[in-house]
Each structure stands twice: as C-alpha cells, then as structure tokens.
C-alpha cells in the first residue's frame, strides 16, 4: 500500500442526512483530507454549500479541510472560509484576476494555498507564483458536477505539472473521475492528492470505506 499518496473525499458524494456519520467514517476507514467543494451556481453550473456547513463540522474531526473554491471572485469570500476552519484553501486560476495577491493573502492568514487548473487551461501560467502555492488541483474533468468521466488527456498535463513543480514543497492533487481503474496511472504522472467522490462514498450505505480508500491508495 502506497502511504505517500494522500486520499481526500470528496463529501458532494456522501449522504448529507447522514454527513456526521460519514465523516467519522471515512476518517477511521484511512482518509487524509476531507475535500470540500464550494460550488456558486455562477463560476460552474451547480450550487452546494458555505460557511456554515464547514464550520458546523470542523469540530467533528482533525483530518485537513481542503476547500475547493468554485466560485467567482473568491477574494470577496476568504476571510469566511478561513474563519470556517479551512486548512487548505484553492481557488482557480480562471477566476483570480490578482492570484499572486489572492494566494498571499491566504497565506497570511494561517492557510495553505492551492491553485486549481480547468482543463482547457495552460499550467505555464503559474510559473510565475510557484513560491506562493502550497497545492496544484489540476482538474480531469470540467468542474461542476460529480460523477464524470476522467478525461484521459489530462495525464500528459499532470506530468508536466510534475516537472513544472520540481523539486518544490508542492503538493500535487487531481480531482475528476478518480477511481481504482486509472488512479494508478495519475500517481504514475506524478499526483500525491487524490480527490474522489462516487468511487469511495459509490451507494453510500453498503459502501466499504475502508476498502475503497485502500483501493484507490494501492
């Protein structure tokens, strides 16, 4: 079992009735991070959930929050998902007009700092904030929706992502059609983050946890 690669469920995938129970689940069954994904129905055609979720569960585990930001103009809505006790916090480089400044300011408030990349854009633009980023999400499917289907041309841009870090502290997270049958292909280009959703939490109530995670891990 690879232990360097990280694994961070995605909870759009879990049972929200349920979502105490879920998350003190896939904590005992392996998980790193638990991945939080803010959709504003503007940035990517789907609504899901805020501030008050995030803060309202913090306290019922230790794993990192890794929160992924969907939204559009995310400066105006740091300071709340900070407060909400994000770990990590990403935006996308589509939506920052200022990223440099926008990753800075997380920074300095305690936060790790990720970028995410939408298929269609070119990794070479963050060449030049690369010591600001603590986490590149290179997304293999178009944000929006769980449940797509991995876009098999993004390992070539995982790989080069991969050499575009180097030798960097950089974590490398990839989010879109992750499951057993190609997660070993997107480790092999390079990612350590793994972001899934329907392959861990699948029908939910049946679902292995413990088994799914290792899965995607070995």
Known sequence: MNNDIKIAPSILASDFSNLKNEIIDIEKAGADFIHLDVMDGHFVPNLTFGPPLIKSIRGLTKLVFDVHLMVSNPDYLLDQYIDAGSDIITVHIEACNHLDRTLNYIKSKGCKAGVAINPHSDINFLENVLDEIDLILIMTVNPGFGGQKFIQSMLKKIALTKTLIDNRDILLEVDGGISPLNSKDVTN?????????????????NADYTKNIAALRN
Do not use: K, P, Q, Y
């Open 189 to 205: 280009a390079g990612a350590n983050v793994l972001v899934a959703g329907s392959s861990i939490f699948a029908s939910n109530r």
